[in-house]
């Protein structure tokens, strides 16, 4: 967000270098993160650049002719402009998540008044996928078992499907209701909060930097608006 | 004291009723036990007694459920659930599928209820300890074999510390040293005070564990009384239920014409070996 609010091309890439790389480096992730911000980031990025350097409205210092299309400095400059906030948000997006537990995350929320519901709709969210995909796997192995061909054509493969998404999504709907029983049974649905076992730790510093970074935004949303940033390229 | 009084019930939709005109009174301490074949109502009994259903799942009650005097209905499910507890058959629908380790898996009934932390820890240690699964605390419950995510299950009920506790064939997917442990614990618990309802198709685990026992046939109660008396009623049979290895021993060295001593001493050691494993 604040990449966005700074505008311009340095602004932002000083941001990433701060915000993004230097913890990515500090936590030991700046490979993973390179690696997933570019799969990440790519196919957006390519259009991007592609669109606003040959149909930037307005261009008008030709760099390159391709036929009736023209590539523009001013759509260069532009398209690096837009790059620059992509890389920013993508890995923003991939730094947090290789470095927030989902358990942690949900146990904190929770810990600051967030609704054990809500918690446990988030928990539940992140955990539901590999136990269905392990369930498509133990269905898949059954199926075929039984003659069921899931190689070959394009054709024979989408046949195959129906066979393995009808048992895994009837077998997860039909466990909901015994799932709710025992979780009422539980007393998951007694109102107020719960006991929590553990959460995060949560220094001094680590609390100054969260503060620093929220005031960051409105205060630069600010100097953007008042012409305070203007000096940056 | 748990009782059912007059207690009929109707699944939503369904033509007949799955439970008819059941009486029921379980003590403290005691330990119930019910057998019947398959889909004589076992489950269904084991719902209601819980005030699962219809509260949760719909249907139509008739008669009264009480626990501890107070009727199920007017009680709110939260209130219900530091009161009675219950376990299903299908470890993998028990556990809440939001905890990363056993332990939390564990203490996850007496943290929604709010218990203190400490007194949280402790109990599930303690129910850990109790089903001897301790080693397990660490592991991720999804990646269990079904028969520790049982014990896990059970163990997640006896952190509750219930009263009341109702189980719907709890040792369905344990081996026998499982099913030794699941018994030995909820003896333990009975020996507190709880009550405890099991519904069964292992009447071997009965015969060691239950004090009284009812028969239940097309969702009505066919008889009950003493479990060593039920247990070795000839009618068990016909109702699709297996007597107890020592019952079935002992009317085979009968049939083989055995002497009277010779039979109980066969019987006796039958048991003994059983208890002993």
Known sequence: MAAVAVGGFVGPLLLVALGVVLPAVLAGVIGQLARLTLLLSLPIAISAVLVNVFFFPGGETVLLRLGPITATAEGLVFALEILVRILAISGAITLFYLTTRPAELVVDLERRGVSPRVAFVASASVQTVPAMVERAGQITAAQRARGLDTEGSAWRRVRGIVPIVGPVILGAIGEVEERTMALEARGFTRPGRRTLLWWPPDSAWERVLRWAVALAVPVLIVARVAGWLTWLP | ?277
């Open chain 2, 1 to 277: 004291m748990l009782t059912l009084e007059a207690v009929s019930y109707r699944y939503a939709g369904a033509r007949r009723a799955a439970l008819r005109d059941v009486d029921l009174e379980l003590r403290d301490g005691e330990v119930l036990g019910i057998v019947g074949a398959s889909e004589a109502g076992k489950t269904t009994l084991a719902l209601v007694a819980s005030g699962l259903a219809p509260r949760a799942i719909g249907g139509t009650l008739r008669g009264v459920v009480r626990i501890d005097g107070r009727d199920v209905a007017a009680a709110p499910m939260h209130e219900m659930a530091a009161q009675v507890a219950i376990g299903f058959q299908n470890p993998a629908t028990q556990l809440s599928g939001v905890t990363e380790t056993v332990f939390e898996e564990v203490a996850f009934g007496p943290m929604n209820l709010a218990v203190p932390r400490n007194e949280v820890i402790g109990r599930t240690w303690d129910a850990l300890a109790s089903l001897r699964i301790e080693p397990l605390a660490e592991r991720h419950p999804a990646r269990l074999s079904g028969g520790q995510q049982q014990l896990v299950a059970i163990a997640g009920l006896l952190a509750l510390r219930p009263r009341h506790l109702v189980l719907d064939e709890p040792t369905a997917q344990l081996d026998p040293a499982g099913t030794d442990l699941v018994a030995e614990a909820l003896s333990h618990l009975s020996a507190r005070g709880a009550s405890i309802c099991v519904t069964e198709q292992k009447t071997d685990l009965l015969a060691g564990l239950a004090t009284r026992v009812a028969v239940i046939d097309a969702g009505a109660i066919a008889f009950s009384g003493p479990a060593d008396e039920v247990l070795a009623d000839p009618r068990l049979a016909d109702l699709g239920v297996a007597a107890p290895s020592a019952v079935r021993l002992y009317r085979v060295a009968d049939a083989a014409g055995l002497s009277p001593v010779a039979r109980d001493r066969l019987t006796a050691a039958l048991a003994e070996e059983l208890d002993v494993r």
